[in-house]
Each structure stands twice: as C-alpha cells, then as structure tokens.
Nanobody
C-alpha cells in the first residue's frame, strides 16, 4: 500500500519559516487533489491549503499571505512553505491526496502520518 510521507516539521521561533514536504512512499502513476491539514491539541483537524479541482489554490483565512502550497508533478511531491509563523500555527500537519498506483485504474484517498510544527520562543 502506498503511503504519504511528510517531512520538514520542527521547532521554530515566531516569525520564522519552515517548508513541509509530502511524497509518496514509492513511485506512483499520479497524485491528485493534494492538500495540507493541521490539528492542534484539543481541536479538530482543519484545512490549511489545497489545490482545487480546477488547479487553483485554496487557503484558510488564518494562513493567507503567509503560507504557499506548491507541487512538483515530476517528483509527485507537494510542499507547504510557511512564513511568518505564529504560536497559533503550532499543530501536527498532515498531507492528504488522491493517489493512483501503477497497475490501478482508480485513485485512493490517502493521509500521511503527520509532522509536528511547534512555534515557540
């Protein structure tokens, strides 16, 4: 079973930056509908940023102007560039995407295991 693997999380001071990456655990035919979500302690998981079906991007109001979602289709890898980080951005960040493995005619919605982002001085 193909998995999504996030990386790039860590501890950063307020105002700092991090770049998260999300890649399939092995080569796949294609990845669609990639998005980033986060879940803070005691809160529900929320959408942070995602590509829409039309190829545009959608951001939570709380991160607009600070976070940027991007992808490298050749590498089947997605990214979340996070700038001007705030303590309230502290959460576990998850990647989600529809993955089509080689040899399969369908897409499977898949979650990564999450990566911790902590913003603190």
């Amino acid at each position: 079973q193909v998995q999504l693997v996030e990386s790039g999380g860590g501890l950063v001071q307020p105002g700092g930056s991090l770049r998260l990456s999300c890649a399939a655990s092995r080569s796949v035919f294609s990845i669609n509908a990639m998005g980033w979500y986060r879940q803070a302690p005691g809160k529900e998981r929320e959408l942070v940023a995602a590509f829409t079906s039309g190829g545009n991007t959608n951001y939570a109001d709380s991160v607009k102007g600070r976070f940027t979602i991007s992808r490298d289709n050749a590498k089947n890898t997605g990214y979340l560039q996070m700038n001007s980080l705030k303590p309230e951005d502290t959460a576990v960040y998850y990647c989600n995407a529809d993955i089509r493995p080689y040899g399969s005619g369908r897409y499977f919605n898949t979650w990564g295991q999450g990566t911790q982002v902590t913003v603190s001085s």
